[in-house]
T-cell receptor
Framework: DTGVSQDPRHKITKRGQNVTFRCDPISEHNRLYWYRQTLGQGPEFLTYFQNEAQLEKSRLLSDRFSAERPKGSFSTLEIQRTEQGDSAMYLC????????????FGNGTRLTVT | GQNIDQPTEMTATEGAIVQINCTYQTSGFNGLFWYQQHAGEAPTFLSYNVLGGLEEKGRFSSFLSRSKGYSYLLLKELQMKDSASYLCAVNNAGNMLTFGGGTRLMVKP
């Protein structure tokens, strides 16, 4: 168990550019979540997958955001035409099936849009 | 809708006991989690409670009242390393965790 890994750790981009982040979950976990966190706030839910199926997506999520988990293993989160308001920490988490299964978080990708 | 409230900041003294409260109003309920998050790091799991009552794990305990929509995290024998944010999160019926804003705890010597 090497934990949840995210890449890159930091990303600085100019407004209007597209960015893509990658998450590798714990191998035996079939659920994968994306959250966004800004300074001094709790994580805000973006979307989640069970295996390769995207089961839930936040209604607050702009259509500039898209996530995939093509083979039910790693996942990517893409943000198109980035805006300064997209600057945040993007956290990925994975868990086993079951309501009592805790989420295991990666260290996140910090995005700065200039 | 989902509403989870926690105090924004708390301060306590090393060696003391501190209680961090969380109240929630959610459209579904499948359990409540507490997480610890040190600055610049990922949240780490502390406790899970679904039936209600007190769950004890070392220096940390969590209490849940489902009828009142209320939980607290109790930290005993505080240490400097306990300075962190503590996040209350509710698992709704869709197996999605909704987090509160977090309580930043500062432990002073």
């Amino acid at each position: 168990d090497t934990g949840v890994s995210q890449d890159p750790r930091h990303k600085i981009t100019k407004r209007g550019q597209n960015v893509t982040f990658r998450c590798d979950p714990i191998s035996e976990h079939n659920r994968l979540y994306w959250y966004r966190q800004t300074l001094g706030q709790g994580p805000e839910f973006l979307t989640y997958f069970q295996n390769e199926a995207q089961l839930e997506k936040s209604r607050l999520l702009s259509d500039r955001f898209s996530a995939e988990r093509p083979k039910g293993s790693f996942s990517t989160l893409e943000i198109q035409r980035t805006e300064q308001g997209d600057s945040a920490m993007y956290l990925c988490a994975s868990s086993q099936t079951g309501s009592n299964s805790p989420l295991h978080f990666g260290n996140g990708t910090r995005l700065t849009v200039t | 809708g989902q509403n989870i409230d926690q105090p924004t900041e708390m301060t306590a003294t090393e060696g003391a006991i501190v209680q961090i409260n969380c109240t929630y109003q959610t459209s579904g309920f499948n359990g409540l989690f507490w997480y610890q998050q040190h600055a610049g790091e990922a949240p780490t799991f502390l406790s899970y409670n679904v039936l209600g009552g007190l769950e004890e794990k070392g220096r940390f305990s969590s209490f849940l009242s489902r009828s009142k929509g209320y939980s607290y995290l109790l930290l005993k024998e505080l240490q400097m390393k306990d300075s962190a944010s503590y996040l209350c999160a509710v698992n709704n019926a869709g197996n999605m965790l909704t987090f509160g804003g977090g309580t930043r705890l500062m432990v002073k010597p």
